[in-house]
């Protein structure tokens, strides 16, 4: 598919769920969120519906994320029916990794391809303090299950935030290369004001090179992060809603004070 830029959109990101088992800073509030009703996310049936069509119009790349993607129950079978579907020929995730070493075999079997991990620090006390209740070593026993499971490329996603040290990234950088582990530098974003950039060792943020649109957990088909423009796959339908969203897709992102992070998918 073809926006009016001539971008060739092919890649869909699918948040499966709002719900996530950490509290990190940079996303959510220490008490939490208001959560979407569990009626109003979509159902597997949806879903899968849904990326029948999209695949038909030119989709072939689709990466699950949340909120946390491995606690919405049944994600296997998800991934299983997503990956079944002819035409998608690179199924990822993102995850935070603390339920990876539980679910990265199965992950496999079912058909997943690769994942990304969130990773903002070496030290669990940063670790534990960044995302609230995580403990870090459950991070890393991910990380190992992943690579013997053969979920690789591994990349690595680590927010970058102002008052981030230098000698913790530089363990960061230690770590991954050590492990073949791809590592990816997301500065700090903020939807309301506008602020992203091109991601450090990938092209997240690169708006000439965008070929992406999105599909919240609630059924809303997103042209882009910045943006407040959605299209309700509900009362559209999955046709119109993947149409509109691509010809609708903005030249570059702007604000966007109508969603965030965990309801959207980063």
Do not use: W
């Amino acid at each position: 598919m073809l926006d009016k830029f001539n971008r060739n959109i092919n890649y869909l990101r699918i948040s499966v769920t709002d719900r996530c088992n950490l509290r990190c800073t940079y996303c959510m509030p220490e008490e939490g969120v208001d959560l979407i009703a569990h009626e109003d996310v979509l159902s597997f049936e949806q879903i899968i519906e849904f990326v029948k069509e999209a695949v038909s119009q030119g989709i072939n790349k689709i990466r699950l994320t949340g909120g946390e993607p491995l606690v919405r129950k049944g994600i296997l079978d998800l991934v299983k029916k997503i990956a079944s579907i002819e035409g998608v020929e690179d199924l990822a995730m993102t995850t935070n990794g603390i339920l990876l070493s539980e679910f990265a075999d199965d992950l496999v079997k079912a058909g997943l391809n690769r994942v990304n991990i969130s990773l903002d620090t070496m030290d669990p006390e940063k670790y534990k303090s960044i995302t609230r209740k995580g403990n870090i070593e459950d991070v890393f026993s991910g990380i190992k299950a992943a690579k013997m499971a053969g979920l690789e490329p591994i990349k690595i996603n680590c927010v970058r935030m102002q008052d981030t040290d230098l000698d913790d990234l530089e363990k960061l950088r230690n770590y991954c290369k050590s492990n073949n582990l791809d590592l990816r530098f997301i500065k700090q974003m903020n939807l309301a004001t506008g602020d992203f950039s091109i991601v450090e060792g990938g092209n997240g943020g690169n708006c000439v090179e965008c070929n992406r649109i999105r599909l919240t957990a609630n059924g809303k088909v997103k042209p882009c992060l910045f943006n407040p423009s959605e299209f309700d796959l509900k009362t559209l339908g999955a046709k119109e809603a993947i149409d509109r969203s691509v010809n609708e897709k903005p030249k570059a992102g702007s604000k966007n004070k109508n969603g965030s992070f965990y309801g959207i998918g980063g």
